[in-house]
């Protein structure tokens, strides 16, 4: 029987109402007790390693839960983590990026608490159990939602409350959950590059742009002591003229500056050479994060600005070195 270590977190899988709302009350051995016929192919140790909504989450419990994998991935065949969905895209691609483990690491959760009347969270688990012992899914980090597995690096939250809340753009899904089990569309592996991180120190914020947006933000990061900033910027990575000032002045200060496009799908790349354009903050040495949404640089950028103060950021962000664009 294979054995898989089930790690929970809390989220709207574990949440019932109270006074206040809905909040996270029930423990991993409640679900294992509630939903039996989850388990029942599967030798499972469960581990409850905190018990909080995803939107509550800190960097710190990101390095507790990826520490604690590490700690179990010798002596199992998958490791399934219960998360809430606010963040579990973000939990997700840094696993993905720290973690150099040889099992599956499937994330999951639910959009209707423990109590509803239809809660999904039990679909949703048996199907990742599913996938964090199938053969044909040896490595990498995935979420596992509404019969969908998603890689952990394209996968993103799209709607606030549908079940189907989860998509991962022009890379569609790896697999699909059918009568017949796991139907595979394509090789399930990481798409992320591995930054070996054990230590997360590095501050970063995210600074949206807009119409005539101005540079502020990005000085008022700067002086608050920021390591990195990410810059959310529109199309193709170009921003107003006065955040793209602010962007060269950061710099200028030895903050690392990543361009990321508020676009859901496509890529920042420097094209246009206006004083807000692409080109010229590439001349302010700027950094491009290709297609990776700003939440998900941003996590990147923190664990790359943790590693050794040598550590080339360029090469952590350059798609174009890797022979497939996007795998990175």
Not at 75 to 83: A, Y
Request: charged share 20%; glycine share 8%.
């Amino acid at each position: 029987m294979p054995t898989i270590s089930v790690i929970a977190t809390g989220g709207t899988i574990a949440s019932t109402s109270s006074e206040t709302g809905t909040v996270p009350t029930k423990s991993v051995r409640d679900l294992v007790d509630s939903y039996p016929e989850s388990f029942n192919d599967f030798d499972v140790r469960t581990e409850q390693l905190t018990q909080t909504p995803s939107s509550e989450l800190t960097i710190n419990d990101l390095v507790a839960l990826s520490d604690r994998i590490r700690a179990v991935a010798d002596g199992v065949d998958g490791v399934v983590v219960l998360h809430g969905t606010d963040t579990i895209e973000e939990t997700a691609y840094y696993l993905d990026l720290v973690l150099n483990i040889d099992v599956p690491i499937v994330l999951t959760g639910a959009q209707r608490p423990y109590d509803s009347q239809s809660p999904d969270g039990p679909a949703n688990l048996r199907g990742a159990l599913a996938a964090a012992n199938h053969d044909y899914v040896q490595t990498g980090t995935y979420v596992f939602f509404n019969d969908r597995l998603h890689a952990a690096r394209p996968v993103t939250k799209d709607h606030s409350s549908n079940l189907d809340a989860y998509d991962s753009g022009n890379y569609g899904p790896v697999a699909e959950r059918t009568p017949d089990g796991l139907w595979f569309y394509r090789r399930p592996e990481s798409l992320s590059m591995t930054i070996p991180a054990r230590d997360v120190t590095a501050t970063v914020e995210i600074v949206s742009t807009s119409t005539n947006t101005d540079g502020r933000q990005i000085t008022h990061a700067v002086d608050r002591g920021v390591d990195g900033i990410v810059v959310d910027a529109l199309g193709l990575g170009n921003v107003p003229p006065d955040v793209a000032d602010s962007i060269g002045d950061a710099i200028a200060d030895d903050i690392v500056v990543v361009i990321t496009t508020r676009c859901r799908d496509g890529i920042v790349s420097p094209v246009y050479g206006s004083e807000g354009g692409a080109a010229v903050l590439e001349e302010k040495d700027a950094l491009f994060a290709s297609n990776l949404s700003a939440h998900k640089a941003r996590i990147k950028l923190i664990v790359a600005l943790s590693q050794k103060p040598d550590y080339d950021y360029q090469e952590v962000f350059d798609a174009s070195r890797l022979n497939g664009h996007g795998y990175q």
